[in-house]
């Protein structure tokens, strides 16, 4: 089987070597030949010598090249890459990519043109790195219906997240410290404001739940905003504070949401730190999983890729009723769960504000929290510091609808005793 | 797709419930409509409900039913389930099974024949319940040279070592707990002895490195004779004691064994608790990996036989050579790494003695280690109870050569400031 890769990046070149590398042992494994017969890039990459294979710096020459089979799409982006993965399908090619943005804003376009053209497009590279999910979603967890999961899928924001935590760092010199380990980029919104991932969730989301990819549907919230007070408190209650990515089958439709999210700190994912990734997923069946792995880097983000490639050399000549359908689901199998608004949401909070130091103000906030139904679990009342009249007031609060927590919020902050806003962060118990 | 299954115990009820409950989902993913047609089983269970479907006391007719495309094996041991597997494949059906046994120690036989007839034999129920680690050795991580893995996949000798170490209970009161909750049968054995985890564990080696399955090979050692004071120990050196299989390609060979492990108490596998499995996967691309889950019980175990079934399924009307792998390498690809005797394991060692409590009996200790080129890393030496001349004297060593570290302890035991046996444990830092 011809492959040919388009872009010698960081996970191109970690493709090349990986391939290169452990040429014997993949062929073993896949039952084939698996041979790079043309490179698609717009520089040299030093990280990588791939002597003896074409180059070219035109990438879509790769994709017309009539001795490739599989196009290995590592540009990134969603621009020339949907154009270079839709005219490698046009011609007839097979697809194995690593581009989360990509296959959640325009997945449905190239599934359906892949679809007509009988060809497959592989993802795993998509999301979480090394990790096999998608393989785990499509096939390992098939018999059950998933009821929720939540991943820490994206590392940097997990990495400045532990900084903060075990080192009392603020947000703004934690992501210092990423950017100069090369684990954030110059421009970090994307990593800090939950877009990638977002992207990665939406992907998981339509293969847990089957339902239509819809990136413009999902509750994004990053970690730019996360005070350092708020970690401590967190702690102080048994808790740590992750990114998560939750999608949740819930009454009426299905949760999609990143936000950052207090969980109990004797949990397993509570303990992944750093730029590791993990997923736990609740099957109705299995119970309770986590797969846990590098989310990032050259030769992790390989490993997806070439194991999508050894995928594709097994079911070359396969019928293609008879392959792992793009999004789980044979068909047009997906059901009409819609996603729901974050105003439909159901979860415990945690919420701060200042309350003025004088009696009768824990009695006016519970009174409001009481009358939308909203029970509390945990307060921690601190002492004020000398020379000031208000107090940092922490609340837990037990499964409430989001839209009545936030009626709540208005109602607090309109109370004369409170100053300023209230900080509400959601809280998962992870275990049903 | 017609199975008949063959055995109505846990896993055969809770594939029956799995298959029922989620059918519209199983379908949807498998592209297929997947029927129950017959069971075979020696007597009712009343945990599931067979009504309208053909039950037989005799297991066989399941397996000449020509009706029957998958028979799915879970009646467990390996004399009668041998001769119904193979049977079954004379007869040209297609087998799931969950019998770790029957593969581990019949495996090659029944892949052969699976192989003339090309038939497909699964087995992800085989090792670790519900967690797809047979389709991630196999598939999701196949771009990689293993370097090593290492799995808490006995969850009867975990729940036991847990109830050990939170609740400092002994060996024998942990087991009658399990036993009473249903974790432990009445004949322990098979779990606390090591032998359910060693059959896992020839699997997984297999799988992982491209060697035969030699179940003869493996060294295996359960946690019957475990003390409580050296889980102690173990905490108070910042390490925990767990039940660890371990496949680890090492110089000249590959070693698998099964053993209580020290292992760094802030490790991830050290946080898996009570009943539940974790398998730790090194790879050369993909790094450290880690898959948890429950690792027995009906739906759990059921969870993996219906994945094996969608899987089949799928590749019901493929080409054989387009299957994945019984053993993950295509064609008669095992390469020839022999499997290391315990002796030419490379390690590193918890030692507890009990010394006289006099001057140069540490010298004495440390010269005969050092003479063996074993140097120590850490010592805990206690004080004398009142009227005890004997101490307790605890030591981590660096990794040593097995045979090295016998006869290091041959002669520890020899001196005379030094009362009974040497107690020694392996120790992994599971970090390269």
Not at 132 to 149: Q, S, V
Not at 192 to 212: M, N, Q, R, T, Y
Request: with cysteine.
């Amino acid at each position: 089987m011809n492959i040919g890769i388009c872009g010698l990046g960081t996970v191109g070149s970690g493709t090349f070597n990986v391939l290169n590398r452990n040429t014997a042992l993949i062929n073993a494994r896949a039952g084939a030949n698996i041979q790079i017969v043309q490179i698609g890039a717009r520089r040299d990459n030093p990280a990588c010598d791939p002597t003896g294979v074409s180059v070219t710096r035109d990438i879509f020459e790769v994709v017309d090249n009539p001795a490739v089979d599989v196009v290995v799409e590592l540009i990134g982006g969603t621009t020339i890459a949907r154009e270079l993965v839709l005219r490698a399908i046009a011609n007839g090619k097979h697809v194995v990519t690593a581009n989360k943005a990509l296959i959640a804003q325009y997945g449905s376009e190239i599934f359906e043109a892949a679809r007509r053209q009988s060809v497959m497009v592989a993802f795993e590279a998509a999301v979480a790195g090394g990790i096999p999910i998608i393989k785990t979603l499509r096939e390992g967890l098939g018999a059950n219906r998933i009821e929720w999961l939540a991943g820490i899928i994206n590392g940097t924001s997990n990495f400045i997240l532990t900084a903060m935590e075990e080192e009392g760092r603020a947000f703004d010199d934690a992501l210092a410290d990423a950017q100069a380990l090369g684990y954030a980029e110059a421009d970090p919104s994307f990593d800090v404001e939950g877009i990638d991932a977002a992207h990665k969730l939406v992907i998981l989301a339509s293969l847990a739940f089957g339902i239509p990819l819809q990136f413009d549907k999902v509750y994004t919230q990053g970690i730019s905003k996360l005070e350092l007070q708020d970690v401590a408190y967190a702690r102080e209650l048994g808790y740590r504070i992750k990114h998560l990515a939750i999608a949740r089958q819930s009454e009426g439709g299905v949760e999609v949401r990143v936000h950052p999210t207090l969980i109990p700190g004797n949990s397993l994912i509570a303990e992944v730190d750093g730029v590791m990734n993990a997923i736990m997923v609740k099957g109705d069946a299995v119970g309770p999983t986590m797969f846990y792995g590098a989310g990032a880097g050259a030769e992790p983000t390989a490993s997806a890729v070439v194991a999508d490639i050894i995928d594709v050399a097994r079911a070359l000549n396969s019928a293609p009723e008879a392959r792992v359908p793009y999004l789980a689901f044979s068909g047009a199998n997906f059901n009409g769960t819609p996603i729901l608004p974050i105003e439909a949401v159901h979860t415990a909070y945690y919420l701060r504000m200042s309350a003025l130091d004088k009696p009768g103000v824990l009695t006016a906030v519970g009174s409001i929290m009481s009358d939308r139904g909203i029970s509390i679990e945990a307060i921690i009342q601190k002492r004020p510091r000398p020379g000031q009249d208000h107090v940092p007031l922490i609340m837990l609060t037990n499964k409430a609808l989001e839209s009545d927590l936030m009626a709540a919020v208005t109602a607090i902050e309109d109370l004369d005793a409170i100053a300023g806003k209230v900080v509400h962060i959601r809280v998962e118990a992870l275990d049903k």
